[in-house]
């Protein structure tokens, strides 16, 4: 068997904390420090896994692979004489598609509420919640869903991008006069006027932004008009 | 006879397209946390990692004729979807590079209320990707030094190496420097 050295065991340890090496066992069995850095590293990946094991949200097993877009998905082609049919269903499909991505008036204030309320976010309007003081971070989130902020904002306690009927968008939370106040920066949903909201003791609006909107929402009664005029002259879309 | 011979084999995901869609269904199911924690330690940002998870899980479910043994499913499926956040990347050159993004916030973002767990967190995405990921693969998804080369496309010693001083970072991040002897020989 090969010497194992004490430099030989580190690195060999250092890569693979779990090695089983036969030479390093070896020299562990005689070195006394060697076992104390190979128990360090054991402890340092137990650390490390626990770090790495991030929370995957509620359902997503369920979203991905239950919702039926793998059965959507036809591994095998269809017969050429399907394709005329085929292609006919895709149009009305895609109409439906787009319905359904893009939803409008009544049907998109119903999403808006629906996504604050979901278990995952719903969270993000506690009352308690710390203000985020790292700009940069706010920035990031914002880049991340296609939108932007002149001048920044202030008094945000909760901004990430999240997946709103298939599309990125940034959802941030102010403190607002009486409690937190949702927005909602949909770049790829575009409404002609003010929607209102008023549902599950949610009220606020949903506001035209060149070709997105703006969605407005809170539970408390804070008043949600100022803050229209302010995020109309404010956001813009970067992509 | 004819029965016996379309059978599948053991251990082979070949049969009918039913019976194809729930074996894919279980083993997808069973490899949706573990993608999806890989995919957010790639790209730092939760709907995109569910976006490379769908979209892997689309491509796997076309191409499940290419995968001979579920036992390698989580190694195949490992590697689309790092060919996914790859292409991902290559469209977003022109828009936004996620290098450039800040750090998460990760107790928001992760949830994690551990204080060491978000100390570990903050000192990883201090790490460059090209020591991160080979980590990730390692003590995330499970997969050997050998395994980790392959998808890289890297050598085995260079994987290594990555590896020890990925560690060797780590440490010096979290303050556990009584040991400096391994960053002299890495």
Known sequence: MTVVTCLDARRTLGAEPQSRDAGVAEHLRGCAACTAFARDMLSLDGRLERAFRVDVPEGLEARIVLDGSLKNHPRRFRPWMAAAASAAMAVLLAGLAYQHQHPQGAALADAVVKHIENPEEVQAIAPDRALIRDASYIQGVLQGAGAGMQGGMDDVTYAQVCLFHGERVAHLVVRGQNGPVTIMLLRHTHVDKTVPVDEDGFHGVIIPAGKGSIAIVTNNATPVQPMETELTSKVEWTL | ?186
């Open chain 2, 1 to 186: 006879m004819a029965e016996e011979r379309n059978k599948p084999a053991p251990g082979t995901v070949s049969a009918g397209m039913g019976a194809n869609q729930h074996r894919f269904e279980m083993l997808a199911r069973a490899q949706v946390p573990g993608l999806y924690r890989y995919a957010y330690w790639l790209c730092r940002d939760r709907a995109l990692a569910e976006d490379l998870v769908q979209e892997t899980l689309l491509r796997a479910w076309r191409s499940l004729d290419s995968l001979r043994e579920e036992a390698a499913a989580r190694r195949w499926l490992t590697t689309i979807l790092r060919n996914e956040f790859m292409r991902e990347i290559g469209k977003r050159r022109d828009t936004v590079a996620i290098d450039d993004l800040p750090l998460p916030d990760t107790r928001a973002s992760v949830g994690g209320a551990d204080t060491d767990v978000y100390d570990v967190r903050r000192a990883m995405w201090k790490l460059t990707p090209e020591y991160r990921e080979p980590l990730a693969l390692q003590v995330l998804m499970g997969c050997t030094t050998q395994e980790i080369a392959e998808m890289l496309e890297l050598t085995q010693g260079t994987v290594l190496t990555r590896l020890h001083r990925a560690r060797n970072q780590l440490r010096e991040m979290l303050g556990l420097t009584g040991q400096q002897f391994g960053e002299e020989i890495a």
